[in-house]
């Protein structure tokens, strides 16, 4: 402990100060990230904006794909412009973000706010992960980043915790909620933080972006980094269905009231952001017993199995009703996370070459963002016809040959699902349960976890056939 103490105190201001940013970041993120689709895609008269899953996935994919692409250019945008005063935009851009996401209710419109929101991310992200590498070193970066991943799960634990309870009073709340967090950054930003040593250059703002953008080429040259990323695009894929599709499976199809009342709560009063928030909360719980495990194994072999673990989460996660076994799943999701997520950026290292290492870690984004666009596919019109309840509902009102009243602009999903109870006779629960056995939306796990084992094989192929083989050439 002593040695530990050691080691944090010598930490510099800065480095708290961007560790604190970056937890009111997420904090404001992910409180607004982890709802998002439900806001989406609930009815109107919850003050949602009834999208079709389509839509949703669409404006989640693209926007969150721009997220984690643009880093590279706006890295070079602070590099040249400095830390604080992109920041400032940062913080800026997120509060208007955040408003506009509340205020708009067009698809057009609400595509174009959170694209903005990416943007202020994009700005964000970069710096605050190179402050962190600015202000450890190789005796304090272990845990200089352990603290840093701590504080991202902290932040992504409370914010959905908080927002799960306040949608149901009022979207209104969780936006200001994300404001009003984001906002406290302002205080860090402007009283505390510190401008850190920047390399000056003669080169140009669009030199900057065209270096940039060269370094993506060169390292796309390589064709066993493009496979290896391609693979990896499965895999953050089906890691992203816990954010585009599992929130809104839980809200159609998981008891949830069930829990509720073990726990003694009023109906309604665990939602799916609530249960999604545990993802972030086991994180915390079980990341130094799950990293001082997967130290002991080659990072493949770790990234690997970890991959594996998640899918059985996913598995567990959407093949049941039952609040109980989703938390199980979840759990079980986490722990693969835990084992494969942090191994991803160790691999990339090993895989590069001596003298591209930081071109290559540059560019490890790329998978996480193609992974977020192919998850938006995913989880819009596929997911809506195999696993969506209206769509279900729709289908077998049809089949039934049963006229029925559309979702209109003044017709919501809450009116027509008031009309198939008088329809069919049935309250809301057993119509659920009907649908629930004669369609088996439980089987869209089959899709995101099949993907998960897939990258995992492909991964070992790769790693026998390719990464060795290339190992093996380099030893003669």
């Not at 391609?230 to 949830?256: A, C, G, H, R, T």
């Amino acid at each position: 402990m002593s040695r530990l103490s050691t080691t944090i105190n010598k930490f510099p201001r800065v480095f708290w100060v961007s560790n604190f940013m970056e937890l009111f970041e997420r904090w404001a993120w992910y409180g607004f990230y982890n709802a998002l689709a439900l806001y989406l895609t609930m009815s109107k008269d919850t003050g949602a904006l009834e999208f079709t899953q389509a839509q949703k996935g669409i404006i989640m994919g693209t926007g969150t794909m721009l997220l984690y692409f643009l880093p590279l250019i706006t890295g070079a945008i602070s590099d040249r412009v400095g830390y604080k005063k992109v920041l400032i935009a940062s913080f800026t851009m997120y509060v208007g973000g955040y408003f506009m996401m509340g205020a708009f209710h067009t698809f057009g419109m609400i595509f174009f706010a959170y694209i903005f929101l990416a943007v202020a991310g994009a700005l964000f992200k970069p710096i605050i992960s190179a402050m962190i590498a600015k202000t450890t070193n190789k005796e304090t970066s272990s845990v200089g980043f352990g603290i840093f991943y701590m504080m991202i799960n902290i932040g992504g634990f409370i914010g959905p915790f908080i927002s799960g309870f306040l949608y149901h009073a009022s979207w209104h709340y969780v936006f200001l909620m994300s404001i009003i967090a984001i906002a406290i950054n302002f205080i860090f930003v402007l009283f505390m933080f510190k401008e850190p040593h920047r390399e000056e250059t003669d080169d140009s703002f669009l030199q900057n972006i065209w270096i940039a953008l060269k370094n993506i080429g060169t390292t796309l040259l390589d064709w066993r980094y493009v496979l290896f990323l391609l693979i990896m695009s499965l895999f953050w894929s089906s890691f992203n269905q816990l954010y585009y599709s599992f929130p809104v499976f839980v809200e159609d199809w998981v008891k949830l009231d069930n829990l509720a009342a073990f726990l003694h709560m009023p109906a309604g009063s665990i939602t799916p952001v609530t249960i999604l928030s545990m993802d972030a909360f086991f994180i915390i719980v079980f990341q130094m017993m799950v990293s001082s495990i997967s130290a002991k194994f080659r990072p493949l072999h770790s990234m690997a199995v970890g991959i594996l673990i998640l899918g059985a989460g996913l598995f567990l996660m959407f093949i049941t009703r039952s609040p109980w076994w989703v938390l199980l799943g979840l759990l079980v999701f986490s722990l693969g996370e835990m084992a494969s997520s942090p191994k991803f950026t160790e691999y990339v290292g090993r895989i590069a070459p001596e003298d591209k290492k930081a071109l290559y870690m540059g560019t490890s984004f790329l998978p996480i963002a193609l992974g977020h666009f192919i998850a938006g596919w995913l989880s819009g019109e596929i997911y809506a016809v195999r696993a969506e309840k209206i769509t279900l509902l729709k289908e077998y009102l049809t089949e039934k040959g049963i006229a029925f009243h559309d979702v209109t602009q003044t017709f919501t999903q809450s009116d027509f699902y008031h009309q198939a109870e008088k329809l069919l006779g049935m309250d809301m629960s057993q119509i659920t349960s009907m649908l629930w056995d004669k369609y088996h939306p439980s089987q869209v796990w089959v899709m995101y976890t099949g993907m998960a084992v897939l990258s995992t094989i492909l991964l070992f192929v790769y790693d026998k056939f390719v990464l060795r083989h290339q190992e093996n050439n380099n030893s003669k």
